[in-house]
């Protein structure tokens, strides 16, 4: 059975053997004193040619001479003093990583398939609950010396670190707010706490996200809280039905009102102009009966004929001074000829 080497032996090949297969090659090949020199010189040159190392699009190089940092080197090719001289670390300093805190997943899918870890979830809150929440926190490299060489191992203190966050927040807040409204407020928190506790371990990290993904009390009540939470969404729906209808209702209330009383004051203007219209005529009856009375009463008493009986032909008789008769005809409307020829009989009998 063929191995990954290609020789078809069931054992890896001795690399002394192959050392020397190659320097008895060289050996039949070129003189005897040649010999040491040449190989020498190729090994040297394999030794530098592995200095030759390449910095991806996402990493930055780290270099060290001795154990000791010298400098950092950006996406490229590169080289450097071979080992054991100097190493160089690439860590990737864009990319954003996650971290599963309360759950794992085990199958990406889809479906993805998760698995709980309880005793990373189990929580207790301000009020005495118990309260299982699991979160991701995403978080990238700001820093790759003190990430490579601050803590052991940076991915276990970010675990550790932000359970012991969450929890310290999740403690100070009850369980009504981190099954309901309170969420946002969590992950703010604990998103702040973490990176608190972070730089002060120096571990290079910065967190970009804290995100709940699941906030449930623990099995056995959890039909109770839901019927909470179903509660607290009723209420919310109707303080938005409510406020919908007020601001329906109330600019329409406020149009209506603003209606009446512009009508309200085109009326009031309306009547103070017709009472100024009436005194205004009166004083000019006034001023005109002040100069003829009897002619002034005379014509209100036929206007006022006319006013109440409009549709009558009316016919006044007056006698003068001397036995003549003075025939008022109708002023309203024109006369017809039986009213006239009536007024006329009537002129001559008198």
Same mark, same amino acid.
Do not use: C
């Given at each position: 059975?063929?191995?990954?080497f290609?020789?078809g !032996?069931?054992?890896p090949p001795?690399?002394n053997?192959?050392?020397?297969?190659?320097?008895?090659?060289?050996?039949?090949?070129?003189?005897?004193?040649?010999?040491?020199?040449?190989?020498?010189l190729?090994?040297?040159?394999?030794?530098?040619?592995?200095?030759?190392?390449q910095?991806g699009p !996402?990493?930055v190089?780290v270099?060290?001479?001795?154990?000791?940092?010298?400098h950092?080197t950006?996406?490229?090719?590169?080289?450097h003093?071979p080992?054991?001289?100097?190493r160089?670390?690439k860590?990737?300093?864009?990319?954003?990583?996650?971290?599963?805190i309360g759950?794992r997943?085990?199958?990406?899918?889809?479906?993805?398939?998760?698995?709980?870890?309880?005793e990373?979830?189990?929580?207790?809150?301000?009020?005495g609950?118990?309260v299982?929440?699991?979160f991701?926190?995403?978080?990238?490299?700001k820093?790759?010396?003190?990430?490579?060489?601050k803590?052991?191992d940076?991915?276990?203190?970010?675990?550790? @670190?932000?359970?012991?966050?969450?929890?310290?927040?999740?403690?100070s807040?009850?369980?009504?707010?981190a099954?309901?409204?309170?969420?946002?407020?969590?992950?703010?928190?604990?998103q702040?706490?973490?990176q608190e506790?972070?730089?002060?371990?120096q571990?290079?990290?910065q967190?970009? =996200?804290?995100?709940?993904?699941?906030v449930?009390?623990?099995?056995?009540?959890?039909?109770?809280?839901k019927?909470? #939470?179903?509660a607290?969404?009723?209420?919310?729906?109707?303080?938005?039905?409510s406020?919908?209808?007020?601001n329906?209702?109330?600019?329409?209330?406020r149009?209506t009102a603003?209606?009446?009383?512009?009508?309200?004051?085109?009326?009031?203007?309306?009547?103070?102009k017709?009472?100024?219209?009436?005194?205004?005529?009166?004083?000019?009856?006034?001023?005109a009966?002040?100069?003829?009375?009897?002619?002034?009463?005379q014509r209100?008493? #036929?206007?006022a004929?006319?006013e109440?009986?409009?549709?009558?032909?009316?016919?006044?008789i007056?006698?003068?001074?001397?036995?003549?008769v003075?025939p008022?005809?109708?002023?309203? @409307?024109?006369?017809?000829?039986?009213?006239?020829?009536a007024?006329?009989?009537?002129?001559? =009998?008198?």
């Open positions: 059975m063929a191995n990954d290609g020789n !032996s069931a054992h001795d690399p053997r192959i050392i020397q297969e190659a320097f008895d090659s060289i050996s039949q090949r070129f003189p005897s004193g040649v010999v040491g020199p040449l190989a020498l190729v090994v040297v040159a394999l030794w530098m040619a592995g200095g030759l190392y910095v !996402s990493e190089g270099v060290m001479r001795f154990g000791a940092v010298t950092t950006p996406p490229g090719l590169h080289w003093l080992w054991p001289i100097e160089v670390y860590p990737a300093v864009t990319r954003v990583f996650k971290e599963e759950f997943t085990f199958a990406i899918g889809p479906p993805a398939r998760y698995r709980d870890v309880t990373e979830a189990r929580m207790l809150t301000a009020d609950n118990i299982e929440l699991d991701i926190v995403q978080y990238r490299i820093d790759p010396i003190d990430f490579l060489f803590v052991l940076p991915q276990e203190t970010l675990r550790d @670190s932000a359970e012991s966050a969450m929890r310290e927040v999740v403690g807040t009850t369980i009504d707010d099954l309901t409204e309170g969420r946002l407020e969590i992950q703010t928190r604990a702040a706490q973490l506790i972070l730089d002060s371990y571990t290079g990290l967190v970009t =996200t804290v995100k709940l993904q699941d449930t009390p623990p099995g056995p009540v959890q039909d109770a809280f019927d909470v #939470i179903n607290e969404q009723d209420r919310e729906r109707v303080i938005n039905e406020e919908g209808f007020a329906d209702i109330i600019p329409k209330a149009g603003a209606r009446l009383v512009n009508e309200a004051e085109g009326y009031a203007a309306a009547v103070v017709d009472a100024e219209g009436a005194a205004k005529r009166f004083e000019l009856v006034h001023a009966y002040a100069k003829a009375p009897e002619v002034t009463r209100m008493y #036929i206007e004929l006319e109440v009986l409009p549709e009558i032909n009316k016919i006044i007056q006698g003068g001074a001397a036995g003549d003075v008022l005809l109708d002023l309203g @409307s024109a006369m017809t000829g039986t009213g006239a020829a007024a006329a009989a009537t002129e001559q =009998t008198k």
